[in-house]
């Protein structure tokens, strides 16, 4: 027997966990990223990646035509043909090429996968850097507000002051864009969602910035309102019929009881549940699969159709488990809301944890999930005793009853609150903070 | 400094050295020997002692993650690394031939250690073969151990790993911050 000390690789998500170096940056224009032939999987991370760690400077872009940078995966069924295509078209375009084995190529860099964060970083700040001298080399007046000498004179202080100003306005007009959205979806409502509501009591919400930031495409940013309030109340619901999940929901029953595909076609793309393989094939993009998962539906908007066979399927599609698929879409949807017919004051009732790992993850989710393990709480009282804003509490819930593993219960009763155990304290919460701190998966 | 420990428990080739590699900050200890007939089908070397990694936190303390030897002739060394554990991380295989009843062989021989802390379990190789679900998992737990976590675990993958340790750290205790 003998003790040896494996090899110290660090994969992608470690250093999700270490924080990236702050870049010393001379343009901070989001670098347009296209992911081709990424599975599921790696792009959520990668988006993840980009939001987070690299706060922003990395955006994904659906259309490689236009993106700074293409991330091609070699593995893939058609990362090869991706490569051969973007060698002969894009020479301008930087690629990173990313595959299991090591793989001689000219003109990009090779990753090896599992990828290493620190290695992507630091490609992708040295393509930044390569872009930005062909830039300024070939557009030297163009830049009015940084010309090479105010970017030399600039201090590394105001240069993250400026980036982090400009990230700051990014996130301010994605915020206003949506809120537009959903002042539009819920035209006569009128909810006060640029305030909060004059008689709800200010509450500590532990959250911090930067999870509010990364969270807000699945939680929303609905604040929290007084469930007593019959009209308060109606701010924080939602029809599910009304939206795409709607549709889906619908498609998915359709398909488990003919034994059949059945697909739900729009002008957009089509949607088709397997049922056979519990998979669902889409062909619209994620962005606007996110933009049409918020929208109120017209009754003629997505057609239903029973398929003789997945072959019958037209088109290019991403395959998806059922479940994963429902869950993304629901938390696109609700944003922070919660069905129509469920009461916040009901007992909710847990059927078991979901499958967090296979999901996509939100802030709090595995303390709301492991509190409703423990305890009974109604969707009110969960908000409460985890001190967070009622919206993840919301949304977790909407993602959980939506694959069939919440529900809550039909009676009212007062005495479940004031039996509701108060959560205990641990005398090692010191040590799990940290550890929390140190996993920082959100 | 007290040791603070997670134990991470299972068959042979489940992952444990794995999945304790990809969450440590630092290079694992392991104690890896030819594999007996037993395990050989699946790997040449396997944990004959255990497997030992720590992830530094913030300040001074670290936190200790220990593999138990998957094959049972090396059993004794279950109950020697479960003390002082504040949690079990159960692994298994699912291109086991049976691997409900390796989630039953486990979950009683670390029995007494699970009454008095809290486990998770991760469900590795459901790429190699996704059958049985997690939702099959569960309802084998649901008269056993109703309502622990269950996740799906690439043991290579870091986030992965780490998310089912978040979820026994949520579980021991609730009034986390965020």
């Given at each position: 027997m003998k003790v040896q000390k494996q090899s110290n690789d660090t994969p992608i998500e470690q250093s999700f966990i270490a924080t990236c170096a702050t870049p010393q940056k001379a343009d901070y224009r989001p670098l347009k990223v296209a992911l081709l032939d990424i599975n599921e999987r790696l792009e959520n991370r990668l988006r993840y990646f980009f939001s987070d760690r690299c706060q922003g400077d990395y955006v994904v872009d659906v259309d490689p035509q236009s993106a700074d940078i293409c991330l091609i995966d070699l593995d893939g069924l058609r990362g090869k043909s991706y490569w051969a295509k973007h060698a002969e078209h894009q020479h301008n375009c930087p690629a990173i090429l990313l595959s299991l084995h090591k793989t001689e190529v000219e003109n990009a860099k090779w990753l090896q996968k599992p990828l290493q964060a620190n290695l992507l970083h630091s490609e992708l700040e040295k393509i930044r850097e390569k872009l930005h001298l062909q830039q300024r080399q070939a557009t030297p007046a163009s830049l009015p507000n940084s010309s090479a000498e105010t970017e030399v004179a600039l201090s590394g202080h105001h240069q993250e002051l400026r980036r982090k100003i400009k990230s700051l306005q990014a996130v301010l007009k994605k915020e206003e864009i949506r809120r537009a959205q959903l002042n539009v979806c819920r035209q006569g409502d009128n909810p006060p969602l640029l305030s909060e509501p004059a008689d709800v009591p200010t509450r500590q919400i532990s959250v911090g910035n930067q999870e509010i930031k990364t969270a807000v495409p699945f939680i929303g940013s609905t604040p929290d309102v007084d469930l007593d309030n019959e009209t308060q109340r109606a701010w924080v619901q939602y029809d599910p019929k009304k939206f795409l999940i709607g549709r889906v929901q619908k498609a998915i029953k359709l398909a488990e009881t003919s034994g059949r595909p059945v697909s739900i076609s729009s002008s957009h793309g089509s949607i088709t549940i397997v049922p056979m393989t519990r998979e669902v094939l889409v062909e619209i993009d994620g962005q606007r699969l996110q933009s049409l998962a918020s929208q109120p539906v017209n009754d003629d908007e997505y057609q239903l159709s029973v398929q003789d066979s997945v072959c019958d399927i037209p088109g290019q599609t991403h395959r998806r488990p059922v479940e994963a698929f429902v869950w993304e879409l629901t938390l696109w949807t609700s944003l922070g809301r919660i069905p129509v017919n469920v009461s916040p004051n009901n007992t909710v009732i847990f059927k078991h944890w979901p499958n967090l790992t296979r999901l996509q993850i939100f802030p709090q989710a595995t303390r709301i999930a492991a509190l409703w393990a423990k305890q009974t709480h109604t969707l009110a009282s969960t908000a409460q005793a985890l001190e967070i804003p009622q919206r993840y509490v919301f949304s977790f819930f909407s993602a959980a009853h939506a694959i069939g593993l919440a529900t809550t219960e039909e009676a009212i009763s007062e005495e479940i609150a004031s039996e509701e155990n108060p959560v205990k304290s641990n005398s090692n919460r010191t040590l799990f903070r940290k550890i929390l701190r140190q996993l920082s998966l959100h | 400094m007290d040791n603070y420990k997670i134990l991470f428990a299972g068959p042979v080739s489940a992952g444990k050295t794995t999945a304790i590699t990809s969450v440590c900050a630092t290079p694992p200890l392991t104690t890896e020997a030819q594999a007996t007939d037993i395990s050989r089908d699946s790997k040449t070397t396997t944990t004959v002692a255990m497997d030992y990694g720590t992830m530094q936190l913030l300040g001074i303390e670290t936190l200790h993650l220990y593999g138990t030897p998957g094959e049972t002739r090396f059993d004794f060394m279950w109950d020697i690394l479960s003390k002082g554990s504040i949690g079990l991380v159960l692994l298994i295989d699912n291109t086991h031939p049976d691997p409900f009843s390796e989630l039953h062989f486990f979950l009683r021989a670390f029995k007494k250690f699970i009454k008095k802390s809290r486990i998770v379990i991760g469900i590795t190789k459901t790429d190699i073969c996704v059958t049985p679900r997690i939702n099959d998992y569960q309802a084998q737990l649901?008269?056993?151990?109703?309502?622990i976590p269950v996740f799906s675990v690439d043991a290579r993958n870091q986030i992965d790993v780490a998310l089912l340790i978040e979820a026994l750290m949520v579980s021991l205790d609730l009034e986390l911050a965020a």
């Amino acid at each position: 027997m003998k003790v040896q000390k494996q090899s110290n690789d660090t994969p992608i998500e470690q250093s999700f966990i270490a924080t990236c170096a702050t870049p010393q940056k001379a343009d901070y224009r989001p670098l347009k990223v296209a992911l081709l032939d990424i599975n599921e999987r790696l792009e959520n991370r990668l988006r993840y990646f980009f939001s987070d760690r690299c706060q922003g400077d990395y955006v994904v872009d659906v259309d490689p035509q236009s993106a700074d940078i293409c991330l091609i995966d070699l593995d893939g069924l058609r990362g090869k043909s991706y490569w051969a295509k973007h060698a002969e078209h894009q020479h301008n375009c930087p690629a990173i090429l990313l595959s299991l084995h090591k793989t001689e190529v000219e003109n990009a860099k090779w990753l090896q996968k599992p990828l290493q964060a620190n290695l992507l970083h630091s490609e992708l700040e040295k393509i930044r850097e390569k872009l930005h001298l062909q830039q300024r080399q070939a557009t030297p007046a163009s830049l009015p507000n940084s010309s090479a000498e105010t970017e030399v004179a600039l201090s590394g202080h105001h240069q993250e002051l400026r980036r982090k100003i400009k990230s700051l306005q990014a996130v301010l007009k994605k915020e206003e864009i949506r809120r537009a959205q959903l002042n539009v979806c819920r035209q006569g409502d009128n909810p006060p969602l640029l305030s909060e509501p004059a008689d709800v009591p200010t509450r500590q919400i532990s959250v911090g910035n930067q999870e509010i930031k990364t969270a807000v495409p699945f939680i929303g940013s609905t604040p929290d309102v007084d469930l007593d309030n019959e009209t308060q109340r109606a701010w924080v619901q939602y029809d599910p019929k009304k939206f795409l999940i709607g549709r889906v929901q619908k498609a998915i029953k359709l398909a488990e009881t003919s034994g059949r595909p059945v697909s739900i076609s729009s002008s957009h793309g089509s949607i088709t549940i397997v049922p056979m393989t519990r998979e669902v094939l889409v062909e619209i993009d994620g962005q606007r699969l996110q933009s049409l998962a918020s929208q109120p539906v017209n009754d003629d908007e997505y057609q239903l159709s029973v398929q003789d066979s997945v072959c019958d399927i037209p088109g290019q599609t991403h395959r998806r488990p059922v479940e994963a698929f429902v869950w993304e879409l629901t938390l696109w949807t609700s944003l922070g809301r919660i069905p129509v017919n469920v009461s916040p004051n009901n007992t909710v009732i847990f059927k078991h944890w979901p499958n967090l790992t296979r999901l996509q993850i939100f802030p709090q989710a595995t303390r709301i999930a492991a509190l409703w393990a423990k305890q009974t709480h109604t969707l009110a009282s969960t908000a409460q005793a985890l001190e967070i804003p009622q919206r993840y509490v919301f949304s977790f819930f909407s993602a959980a009853h939506a694959i069939g593993l919440a529900t809550t219960e039909e009676a009212i009763s007062e005495e479940i609150a004031s039996e509701e155990n108060p959560v205990k304290s641990n005398s090692n919460r010191t040590l799990f903070r940290k550890i929390l701190r140190q996993l920082s998966l959100h | 400094m007290d040791n603070y420990k997670i134990l991470f428990a299972g068959p042979v080739s489940a992952g444990k050295t794995t999945a304790i590699t990809s969450v440590c900050a630092t290079p694992p200890l392991t104690t890896e020997a030819q594999a007996t007939d037993i395990s050989r089908d699946s790997k040449t070397t396997t944990t004959v002692a255990m497997d030992y990694g720590t992830m530094q936190l913030l300040g001074i303390e670290t936190l200790h993650l220990y593999g138990t030897p998957g094959e049972t002739r090396f059993d004794f060394m279950w109950d020697i690394l479960s003390k002082g554990s504040i949690g079990l991380v159960l692994l298994i295989d699912n291109t086991h031939p049976d691997p409900f009843s390796e989630l039953h062989f486990f979950l009683r021989a670390f029995k007494k250690f699970i009454k008095k802390s809290r486990i998770v379990i991760g469900i590795t190789k459901t790429d190699i073969c996704v059958t049985p679900r997690i939702n099959d998992y569960q309802a084998q737990l649901r008269n056993v151990l109703p309502n622990i976590p269950v996740f799906s675990v690439d043991a290579r993958n870091q986030i992965d790993v780490a998310l089912l340790i978040e979820a026994l750290m949520v579980s021991l205790d609730l009034e986390l911050a965020a």
